[in-house]
């Protein structure tokens, strides 16, 4: 911690960066929080935002700021900052973009500790953006306040109930997001929450006027509550510090990456959204080659890779073994599996043989292992007894029917080795949202589509890959 | 409809195919249906399948065969075909393959029109099983009995509550399912369900020794509630057909097709499967390319593709306007559209000044026309103004935040365009929830991610790309 600690002390880029507060603790675990720009009207984001501190149950003091209230949702309102009558570890910013210097310097005389600043009007919209955004910077940083933003979604770790964002997403969870669009955040966070499986933190970066990337990804590195790092990004902050903390992180946790603005027209609209210097698509594939940052395509591969890599580890090498109920579900998942140089190695004969004395006949004793009409239990004996074949290192369980205890069975089976098994469920009605449920609940990530399970354990692999590789 | 029948009446392929039959009706809207085999153990298939059957409110009279039962699920049990007091239909057929033969020349002398023989237990499980069918077969043909299978997971016609399949699937909708897995069938069809856009018709092929997926996209092809053909195969039963057939329908509907075993292990599987000859995959390509197929690469392509086509009519040209509240999304979409040859056109001079009056200073007029935080009417506004410009040919509308009234507006905004408008709606939580299902309601495709929106487009633009070429 303490390299960590004298990197963050670094003036970094000219004026721009700063660090003079050695922890974000107090932006993600505050003991008291002011909403300022509160309000009474729904559907503001003052509103919003405050509805959702407190149905996330906020650990925090909330004191919500309007000089026009004197209660908002059933909490007295402050006309100001100075005036509330406690300190004030963190300041949520929601007034328009020309009175925020203004309330900055309020929140330097309270001693507030980090400010997220979701208000927009800054550098973003041009020159006089630009001088607003140069004042909030000077006040923060002479004051010591850590901030969020400008021009942001907001932060939320549903670990202490702060929601200090859009929608609402409240389930605790092992993945972390750093996200550059705050819409590519609540999309993972929103999917996370509704398959059960939650979030550790999520944080939107804004114009990232002090806290960056590199800063979050090395908290996050030593957040116990996260267990991946999912990250969208348009263009990093710092190539050189980029490089040096992921390639440090990405051996502890894994760190999945998706970069907007590959393509020329890509490109284009990013340098309207965040105007980050894009630079060419083929130096960012490097730098993941490099630092072992897991690089992805879409936003469904972001939260799926997050996902499989939050609750397993990964492959030891390329060999899969496909368990399915349904033949053309186990053809859809080998064909993805050697169109992304995954290995299907057929099982040894004294498996098969083993397997074909306890199995009914019309079982495929083959890879894909083809169970067709089968129970659960009947994966789990598959798994255990090709568990110890070396040229196997995951699994990927297909239920292409209703079929009820798969998600026990497979956790049992899970419990018998340290070779990942995936899930793919589909077909299956109300039985299937049951048991994929109940699957996020045991720690077994699965997948709607035989393809997107077989995408998830080449993202594991690709990690397992870089992690080989270097301590050869 | 003369060429249709005519057709019909070859004997092809020697002794596998025949028809006699003028229509495939006795099999979607049966008066009058026999399920043999029915069960009263839950968790059985003649108990599930009768219990769809009931729940699906079956249009034809039920008639539950089971000789040792006097009554399941409240219906009168009859111990044989022949003791039931009214002609039969269609036979649903669930006993052991050996029991098959038998229970075909009983539904002969019954004067039975259509079976359904979801046993398996047939050609793939070896010569034992080869034998049986050709008995199957030779019944069925000397009687001129319709059959769907053997070794199938049955059919829906939810328009006629026949769900003679499993899970339940009750919506009624417009995109008709053949396929060669019955799982992939049953994954499609709960999708349709899921998302509230519905089936007109789902027939699991099984081994295919009498109707195959010609007689069936043909069948499909004058079908009133059927606007799409949604196909997966393993290979194809004759390929010269297949191609006349496809040809000539493909004009009329779409056909959305995904073909398992492309790779050599895939192939392999498929071997086992269906024991399908797969063929190169090179030549499955060319036939789509010939016939206007839309081949898809994955399972969620065909259900994406499949949803698009049975709402839209398509784009006439490459041009896309992307409309977002998110510039992340934005970027995505872009990316996306570049690397599948779609076109991104900036928006004309006048355009972007009539509407720069009207927006607020925040707007980036530019494509991606990205509204930042935003109102549902400033989509409609956008799209009804740029509807004239001859470079745009499509819309993709992306809900980046939980904006209300989304479908409203955008289902006002293609009332006014026959310009196809394609909606991706995420990260908005509860209200993404009920905005994509109005919006199925309203006929207007909305997918949760931009990238799946993108493909969705450039599927449309390849029917529509084939339809042009072959007109001019």
Same mark, same amino acid.
Request: some cysteine; overall charge neutral; proline content about 5%.
């Given at each position: ?219 996050? +590195? ?34 999945? *990456? ?67 109920? +349904? ?59 090709? *568990? ?85």
């Amino acid at each position: 911690m303490l390299v960590h600690i004298t990197e963050r002390c670094t003036v970094r880029r000219g004026a721009k960066l700063y660090m003079n507060s050695p922890t974000l603790e107090r932006l993600f675990q505050p003991s008291s929080v002011a909403l300022i720009g509160a309000s009474k009207e729904e559907g503001k984001l003052g509103h919003e935002i405050l509805r959702n501190l407190i149905e996330a149950g906020c650990q925090a003091t909330l004191y919500p700021v309007n000089p026009k209230a004197e209660q908002i949702l059933g909490l007295k309102t402050y006309p100001s900052v100075d005036s509330i009558p406690d300190k004030v570890d963190m300041a949520v910013i929601v007034v328009p973009a020309s009175a925020v210097p203004g309330i900055m310097e309020q929140c330097a005389k309270k001693g507030v500790g980090a400010a997220v600043v979701i208000s927009g009007g800054f550098r973003e919209v041009g020159t006089q953006g630009e001088r607003l955004e140069r004042d909030l910077v000077q006040i923060a940083r002479a004051a010591g306040i850590r901030v969020i933003g400008p021009n942001c979604q907001g932060i939320n770790n549903p670990h202490f109930g702060l929601c200090a964002t859009w929608p609402l997403v409240k389930r605790k969870g092992p993945i972390a997001i750093i996200t550059q669009s705050g819409s590519v955040g609540a999309a993972i966070a929103c999917w996370a929450e509704e398959e059960g499986i939650g979030i550790s933190k999520c944080v939107a970066l804004g114009n990232r006027v002090d806290v960056n990337e590199c800063d979050l990804i090395e908290y996050f +590195s030593e957040d116990p509550n996260t267990r991946v790092i999912a990250i969208y990004l348009e263009g990093v902050a710092d190539g050189q510090r980029f490089i040096k903390v992921c390639s440090s992180v990405s051996r502890k946790k894994p760190i999945v *990456a998706l970069k907007g603005g590959r393509t020329l027209i890509g490109m284009k609209a990013m340098e309207s959204h965040t105007k980050s210097l894009a630079g060419r698509d083929e130096v960012f594939d490097a730098v993941c080659r490099k630092t072992g940052i897991i690089r992805v395509d879409t936003l469904e591969q972001l939260f799926d890779i997050a996902k499989a890599s939050a609750f397993l580890s990964e492959p030891k090498d390329a060999g899969v073994l496909i368990v399915t109920s +349904s033949g053309g579900f186990g053809i859809l998942a080998s064909d993805t599996a050697e169109r992304l140089g995954l290995k299907i190695p057929e099982p040894k004969e004294d498996a098969k043989k083993k397997l074909g004395a306890v199995l009914p006949s019309q079982c495929i004793l083959s890879n894909p292992f083809d169970l067709t009409m089968t129970t659960a239990e009947r994966y789990e004996l598959v798994v255990k007894e090709m *568990a110890s074949d070396p040229e196997i290192s995951s699994f990927l369980a297909i239920f292409g029917d209703p079929i009820s205890g798969a998600a026990e069975a497979i956790s049992r089976a899970q419990r018998s080795t340290d070779k990942p098994i995936v899930v793919a469920y589909l077909g299956g009605s109300d039985i299937e949202k049951i048991e994929r449920s109940k699957m996020h609940e045991l720690g077994i990530p699965s997948f709607p589509s035989p393809e997107r399970a077989i995408v998830a354990i080449q993202g594991m692999l690709k990690r397992s890959q870089y992690l080989h590789a270097d301590h050869s």
